[in-house]
């Protein structure tokens, strides 16, 4: 899933369950290489009760400031819209995969 400035209300922000929002940037290199591991996480994920997406900082400014991004990749973890975890900077599966296990 794509977050971005027109849905990140309804679909993060407004949602009752768990959202994992991987803020990244096009031109990030530690984002490129965190991508596939985001996508596999995704995939063991999508029948669960987790939305797990991604926010482009370039096109999404506001929002990442709304939240104090300041370094990409930076992984946040919203339980009934509200954040509850984080993750800066590049990681393996298993350090991303206890953000969700440890908050549910």
Avoid: H, R
């Avoid at 990244?24 to 995704?42: H, K, N, R, T, Y």
């Avoid at 990749?73 to 206890?98: A, H, M, S």
């Amino acid at each position: 899933m794509i977050f971005n400035k027109d849905n990140f209300k309804s679909e993060v922000e407004g949602f009752a369950g768990l959202v994992l929002v991987d803020f990244f940037a096009l031109w990030c290199g530690p984002c490129q290489i965190m991508s596939p591991i985001v996508e596999e996480i995704i995939k063991e994920n999508q029948d669960k009760n987790i939305k797990i997406g991604k926010l482009n900082i370039d096109e999404s400014q506001e929002i990442a400031a709304q939240y104090n991004v300041m370094s990409i990749p930076t992984f946040l973890l919203f339980k009934n819209g509200k954040v509850v975890d984080k993750k800066i900077g590049y990681g393996d599966k298993k350090e991303i995969e206890q953000l969700i296990v440890k908050n549910k």
